[in-house]
């Protein structure tokens, strides 16, 4: 097996570890959506022999197994295949962690993910495409994916009594462009129009980079005839084409994936979170040998950093939801730890400059009780970013001569506050006094350091 280290900023696949601070990181997901209670198990186990015992659920819903050595990484994919787990591979087509369960979902997008997903394979835009552009199908519903970024994602739409799929780029579905809206036997062949337009744009193009007049011409002269959808709002038709466009219409939020959920069929689901998107494997090993004893069939892995366990019944999730805390997971969906992104930062990392967990615990301390869930924090051992590389609320990067604080932005932008590391725990006893102080009736905590803006939020840290 080829283990060279692949270079940041790329996906690292188990063919293609990325080296990182403590070590080589690998990252997978069941090509079937979901373990078997025993492969998550075997698969923990596999992590303590062969990494650093650490094992992550992005903020995407993806594993990642950290600590790994280059020696390492070949029997952990043999490991892997003797669990008779199937790694996905190739260019991501994603759908919400429920999809086909949720009795809330405007549509089961199962049918068409495994067509988009056999009609790349089938050709050569694997090897085109750069390694981080992805396809999202969203069918809605409780937990839908509206809040994660895609290169292309096509999400339901109702349409009287049909359902027709809203193709966008370059966002998430508040920020993506909308080009299309199509029937289900024509989304196919946009989605591979318009993945074709981004490789054509060469290997470091994104859905972002298309203009969207363009590839909407280019979906007409592919034959796509949309069927009436009634009056879209806010059209943005070219002349001469026979593509509708909708603006994104809000679509429903997706809920925290925290708390027991019901399915179709009578079964139920548990979500729970992992503090910081971490666990240690024994504590997952031994959650999922206790679930599959209480009669959970299968987990799946969920945007926000959340662990799903699917069970025949509620009962079984209601009994399972006490004992989860008891191997490290979160089940209090109001649990501040949510809030938070950190890497392992110093030691465990050879590049982090501060201890981003034991930050990360004092936010949590902190913020009990003074702070709503509405905020979101990252803290981060360097400017890599690497545990949450988009926008936080407050983002708190170790330097070598201290900790800079970034409002708004991510690890990599330059600090709005320098400070030495003993401030961090006043500082933020001084934001939780501004929230109290200048918090009007009704408003979170997001909602308000937002009106207050960036330099007063600052200025807390900075001192009286």
């Not at 025993?38 to 992005?58: Q, W, Y």
């Not at 594993?63 to 029997?75: D, S």
């Not at 068409?112 to 394979?121: C, G, K, P």
């Not at 494997?281 to 662990?307: D, H, M, N, Y």
Request: aromatic share 4%.
């Amino acid at each position: 097996m080829n283990a060279l280290p692949l270079p940041r900023g790329a996906c690292p696949a188990l063919s293609a570890p990325m080296q990182t601070g403590d070590g080589l990181l690998v990252r997978l997901s069941p090509a079937n959506g979901y373990f078997t209670p025993t492969a998550l198990a075997g698969l923990a186990e596999a992590a303590f022999r062969h990494g650093n015992s650490i094992l992550e659920v992005t903020g995407r819903g993806s594993l990642q197994i950290r600590g790994l050595e280059a020696a390492t990484v070949a029997p952990l994919a043999v490991d892997i295949d003797a669990l008779g787990i199937v790694v996905r591979e190739g260019v991501p087509v994603e759908m919400g962690p429920l999809a086909g369960l949720d009795p809330h979902e405007v549509a089961d997008p199962r049918a068409l993910v495994d067509a988009v997903s056999r009609a790349i394979t089938a050709t050569d835009l694997p090897q085109r495409l750069g390694p981080k552009v992805s396809v999202i199908v969203d069918g809605g519903g409780r937990l839908n994916m509206a809040g994660v970024q895609a290169d292309v994602r096509l999400a339901a739409v109702r349409s009287g009594q049909n359902v027709d799929w809203q193709l966008s780029v370059g966002g998430n579905a508040a920020t993506a462009a909308p080009i299309a809206l199509l029937d289900e036997k024509h989304a196919c062949d946009a989605v591979m129009t318009t993945l074709l337009a981004i490789a054509e744009m060469g290997f470091k193009a994104r859905g972002r980079n298309i203009a969207p007049a363009i590839l909407r011409r280019q979906l007409t002269w592919a034959g796509s005839e949309p069927p009436p959808a009634g009056p879209p709002e806010a059209p943005e038709n070219d002349a001469g084409s026979n593509i509708v466009v909708l603006r994104p219409q809000g679509s429903l939020q997706s809920a925290l994936p925290i708390g027991v959920f019901e399915l179709r069929d009578g079964r139920a689901a548990l979500g729970v979170g992992l503090p910081f998107g971490q666990i240690e494997a024994s504590r997952l090993a031994g959650f999922c040998r206790e679930a599959e004893a209480a009669g959970v069939s299968e987990f799946r892995l969920a945007p926000g950093r959340a662990l799903l366990a699917i069970a025949s019944d509620f009962s079984v999730c209601a009994g399972l939801r006490d004992i989860a805390p008891r191997h490290g997971f979160i089940g209090d969906p109001g649990d501040t730890r949510l809030c938070i992104a950190a890497c392992p930062g110093s030691p465990a990392c050879a590049s982090g400059n501060m201890a981003a967990r034991v930050v990360a615990e004092q936010f949590a301390a902190l913020g009990t009780g003074l702070f709503d869930n509405s905020l979101s924090f990252h803290a981060s051992g360097c400017g890599k970013g690497c545990a949450h590389p988009t926008t936080a609320d407050l983002t708190f990067v170790g330097y070598p001569d201290g900790i800079g604080l970034v409002v708004g932005g991510t690890a990599s932008d330059v600090a709005d506050v320098r400070l030495p590391n003993a401030e961090i725990r006043h500082g933020f006893q001084r934001l939780a006094g501004l929230y109290r102080d200048m918090r009007r009736p009704g408003e979170d905590a997001r909602t308000c350091f937002s009106r207050l803006g960036v330099q007063r939020v600052a200025a807390a840290f900075q001192g009286p």
